[in-house]
């Protein structure tokens, strides 16, 4: 199958999923990973002692 071939299926079948979920909130999982990387951040720099 070619891509030009598989295109239009593609399209079809990204179309009847939807979109995003009702229940992902942008700004909480945005905020929930930037206090995550915060942590591994200050995890890091508390064991890097050595400068």
Do not use: C, K, Q, Y
């Not at 992902?24 to 720099?45: Q, R």
Request: aromatic share 6%.
């Amino acid at each position: 199958m070619s891509t030009a071939a598989a295109l239009p299926v593609l399209n079809l079948l990204a179309e009847g999923e939807g979109g995003n979920h009702d229940s992902l909130n942008p700004a909480l999982t945005g905020g929930a990973a930037l206090f995550i990387l915060m942590l591994l951040l200050f995890i890091v720099t508390r064991f890097n002692r050595d400068r």
